[in-house]
C-alpha cells in the first residue's frame, strides 16, 4: 500500500549543520530562537543567523520551524516577546512553544503565527489536543514520547484538523516527556529553561546495601539497599534501586523507530522528527539519510532492507529501543551495550576533481593503508588511504599518519565527488 510521504524533520544545531540536513535528504530543519530553546546551551544561532537560516531553507522550498520552548519564569516573559518580535520578521514556517501563557502572549499579538505545540507541554490524549486547537490555536502537536501508536491513531480519529508530529529518533529523558529536575537538583541548571547539565548521563558508582558502615563512615545517614555516588561529587550519596541487569533509572537507550515508520503514517502523524541538535555531523547525515530512504521506501509501498536498518547501527548510540510505540513498557530492553561500527574520520570542506584530491578537516586519527568510507548525500564507497598531506604544505611531505584536530589535511582518493560528504572508518 502507497501513502502520502510524511515530512522528515531534522535537528539544526548550527546553519552548518542545517545545510547538510537539507543535502541528506531532510524536508525541514527545527532550530532554537538564542537564549529561548531547551538547547540553549548548544544552540549556535545568532538573530542574525536565523534570518539567513530561514532565506537558506526557503530559497530551497524547504521549512524551518524555530523552537521557544522554555517554560519562561516572570523574568524572562518580557525579553522572550522582543525577541519574538525580532523572530516574527523573519517568517519561518512556524514557532515551537511550550508555555501555554506565552502561546496566549503570541496568539494575541500575532493571531497570524503558526505554533506548534512543543512534547514538553505532554500532549497524550485527544482532549488536550482539541483544547490547544480550539482555545490556542495550535496548528501541530508534537506528542508525548510516552504514546503509543494505537493512542496516537485515536488522538487522528478525534481530532483530525490537527497535525500531529513525533519523535522516531534519538535520546530519550528519562523523564515525563523530558520534564527532568536531576540536573537542576545536582547543579542548579533547570532542564525546562534551556540550560540541562545532562546529569542522568554521568557516571555514577553503585554502593550495595552491605557497604554502609563504608556510607556511614564518610559521613551519611542514608538508609537504604543501593546507593549512587557521582563521579565529580565524591561522598554525596542517593539512594536508589536496581534489578537483575544493573541500574539503568538514569540513562535510556535511544530510540529508534525505523521498524514502525508505516504504523506511524497510517496512525495519522505526517512529521517524522529526528532528535540531536547537539549531536555531531556523523550522527545528523547518518540518520537522515537511513530515514529519507526509509520513508521513500514505505511510501511506495516497499519494504525496509535490512542494510538500510543496519546502516544506524555504524553512529555512537547507547542501543536502540522502540519507546512506547508498541504500546507496553516490555518493548523497552535493557540488555546489551551500545555499539558503534563507524568513526567520523573528518569532514571533506573543499575538493579538486581533476586531480581528485580532497581537502579534510580531521577529527580522528587516520593511517596510510587504512580502508575509509567516503559517505555522501547519494553514495557511499570505499577508499584505501595513499597519500596524505598537509594542505598548506608546499613542499608536499607525504605523512603516514594524522591525528585528529588538523584542520588542513589533503588526500589522494579515487573517485569525483561533490559538496557535503563527510569520512568514515570502520572500528572493530
Same mark, same amino acid.
Given at each position: 500500500?502507497? @501513502?502520502?510521504?510524511p515530512?522528515?524533520?531534522? !535537528?539544526?544545531?548550527?546553519?552548518? &549543520?542545517?545545510?547538510?540536513?537539507f543535502?541528506?535528504?531532510?524536508?525541514? %530543519?527545527y532550530?532554537?530562537?538564542?537564549?529561548f530553546s531547551?538547547?540553549?546551551? $548548544?544552540?549556535?544561532?545568532?538573530i542574525d543567523?536565523v534570518?539567513?537560516?530561514?532565506?537558506?531553507a526557503?530559497?530551497?522550498n524547504k521549512?524551518?520551524?524555530?523552537?521557544?520552548?522554555?517554560?519562561?519564569?516572570?523574568?524572562?516573559?518580557e525579553?522572550?516577546?522582543?525577541?519574538?518580535?525580532?523572530?516574527?520578521?523573519?517568517?519561518?514556517?512556524?514557532f515551537?512553544?511550550?508555555?501555554?501563557g506565552?502561546?496566549m =502572549?503570541?496568539?494575541?499579538k500575532?493571531? #497570524?503565527?503558526v505554533i506548534?505545540?512543543?512534547?514538553?507541554?505532554?500532549?497524550?490524549? @485527544?482532549? *488536550?489536543?482539541?483544547?490547544? #486547537?480550539k482555545?490556542l490555536?495550535? +496548528?501541530?502537536?508534537?506528542l508525548?514520547?510516552?504514546?503509543?501508536?494505537?493512542?496516537i491513531?485515536?488522538?487522528?480519529?478525534?481530532?483530525?484538523?490537527?497535525e500531529?508530529?513525533?519523535?522516531?529518533?534519538?535520546?530519550?529523558?528519562m523523564?515525563?516527556?523530558g520534564?527532568?529536575? =536531576?540536573?537542576?537538583?545536582?547543579?542548579?541548571?533547570?532542564?525546562?529553561?534551556?540550560?540541562?547539565?545532562?546529569?542522568?548521563?554521568w &557516571?555514577?558508582?553503585?554502593?550495595?546495601?552491605?557497604?554502609? $558502615?563504608f556510607?556511614?563512615e564518610?559521613g551519611?545517614?542514608?538508609?537504604g539497599? @543501593?546507593y549512587?555516588?557521582?563521579?565529580?561529587?565524591?561522598?554525596?550519596?542517593? !539512594?536508589?534501586?536496581?534489578?537483575e541487569h544493573?541500574?539503568y533509572?538514569?540513562?535510556?537507550?535511544?530510540?529508534c523507530?525505523?521498524?514502525?515508520l +508505516?504504523?506511524?503514517v497510517r496512525?495519522?502523524?505526517?512529521?517524522?522528527k529526528?532528535?540531536?541538535?547537539s549531536?555531531?555531523?556523523n550522527?545528523?547525515?547518518?540518520? %537522515?539519510?537511513? @530515514?529519507?530512504?526509509?520513508?521513500?521506501?514505505?511510501?511506495?509501498?516497499?519494504?525496509?532492507?535490512? +542494510?538500510?536498518?543496519?546502516?544506524?547501527?555504524?553512529?555512537?548510540?547507547?542501543?536502540?529501543?522502540?519507546g512506547?510505540?508498541?504500546?507496553?513498557?516490555?518493548?523497552i530492553?535493557?540488555?546489551g551495550?551500545?555499539?558503534?561500527?563507524h568513526?567520523s574520520?573528518? =569532514?571533506?570542506?573543499?575538493f579538486d576533481n581533476?586531480?581528485k584530491?580532497?581537502?579534510?578537516?580531521?577529527?580522528?586519527?587516520v593511517?596510510?593503508g587504512?580502508e575509509?568510507?567516503?559517505?555522501? !548525500?547519494?553514495?557511499?564507497?570505499? *577508499?584505501?588511504v595513499? $597519500?596524505?598531506?598537509?594542505?598548506?604544505?608546499?613542499?608536499?611531505?607525504?605523512?603516514?599518519?594524522v591525528?585528529?584536530?588538523?584542520?588542513?589535511?589533503?588526500? #589522494?582518493i579515487?573517485?569525483?565527488?561533490?559538496?557535503?560528504y563527510?569520512?568514515?572508518?570502520?572500528?572493530?
Amino acid at each position: 500500500m502507497k @501513502y502520502n510521504k510524511p515530512e522528515l524533520l531534522a !535537528p539544526a544545531g548550527s546553519f552548518e &549543520k542545517m545545510q547538510y540536513a537539507f543535502m541528506y535528504g531532510a524536508d525541514a %530543519v527545527y532550530a532554537g530562537i538564542p537564549m529561548f530553546s531547551l538547547r540553549a546551551r $548548544e544552540n549556535r544561532f545568532s538573530i542574525d543567523e536565523v534570518r539567513k537560516a530561514v532565506e537558506y531553507a526557503h530559497n530551497l522550498n524547504k521549512k524551518i520551524y524555530l523552537t521557544a520552548n522554555i517554560y519562561a519564569h516572570n523574568h524572562k516573559i518580557e525579553s522572550f516577546i522582543e525577541a519574538f518580535d525580532e523572530m516574527i520578521k523573519l517568517r519561518p514556517d512556524g514557532f515551537i512553544m511550550s508555555d501555554p501563557g506565552l502561546i496566549m =502572549i503570541v496568539r494575541e499579538k500575532y493571531p #497570524k503565527s503558526v505554533i506548534h505545540l512543543s512534547t514538553q507541554a505532554n500532549n497524550v490524549n @485527544y482532549a *488536550q489536543a482539541r483544547f490547544w #486547537k480550539k482555545y490556542l490555536g495550535v +496548528e501541530r502537536i508534537i506528542l508525548a514520547r510516552e504514546l503509543s501508536i494505537k493512542e496516537i491513531a485515536e488522538i487522528h480519529k478525534k481530532v483530525p484538523d490537527i497535525e500531529l508530529e513525533a519523535f522516531v529518533h534519538g535520546a530519550i529523558c528519562m523523564s515525563y516527556s523530558g520534564r527532568c529536575l =536531576i540536573s537542576n537538583y545536582l547543579t542548579g541548571r533547570d532542564s525546562n529553561q534551556g540550560i540541562c547539565s545532562h546529569s542522568c548521563r554521568w &557516571k555514577y558508582r553503585l554502593y550495595k546495601e552491605e557497604e554502609g $558502615e563504608f556510607l556511614r563512615e564518610k559521613g551519611s545517614n542514608i538508609q537504604g539497599k @543501593y546507593y549512587l555516588e557521582e563521579q565529580e561529587r565524591p561522598g554525596e550519596f542517593l !539512594p536508589i534501586d536496581e534489578d537483575e541487569h544493573g541500574t539503568y533509572i538514569l540513562n535510556s537507550r535511544d530510540m529508534c523507530a525505523i521498524n514502525v515508520l +508505516e504504523d506511524l503514517v497510517r496512525a495519522g502523524v505526517i512529521s517524522l522528527k529526528i532528535e540531536g541538535r547537539s549531536k555531531t555531523l556523523n550522527y545528523l547525515c547518518t540518520t %537522515v539519510k537511513v @530515514y529519507r530512504e526509509a520513508i521513500d521506501k514505505v511510501c511506495d509501498g516497499k519494504k525496509i532492507p535490512d +542494510e538500510l536498518i543496519n546502516e544506524l547501527a555504524s553512529i555512537s548510540s547507547r542501543g536502540f529501543i522502540p519507546g512506547f510505540f508498541k504500546g507496553s513498557i516490555d518493548s523497552i530492553d535493557y540488555t546489551g551495550m551500545s555499539y558503534q561500527t563507524h568513526q567520523s574520520i573528518g =569532514i571533506i570542506r573543499n575538493f579538486d576533481n581533476a586531480n581528485k584530491v580532497i581537502d579534510i578537516e580531521m577529527k580522528n586519527r587516520v593511517s596510510k593503508g587504512d580502508e575509509i568510507e567516503i559517505y555522501g !548525500p547519494n553514495e557511499i564507497f570505499t *577508499q584505501k588511504v595513499k $597519500e596524505m598531506w598537509y594542505t598548506d604544505d608546499s613542499e608536499k611531505e607525504m605523512l603516514d599518519t594524522v591525528h585528529g584536530g588538523h584542520k588542513n589535511v589533503s588526500m #589522494k582518493i579515487d573517485k569525483q565527488i561533490s559538496d557535503f560528504y563527510l569520512i568514515r572508518k570502520k572500528i572493530g
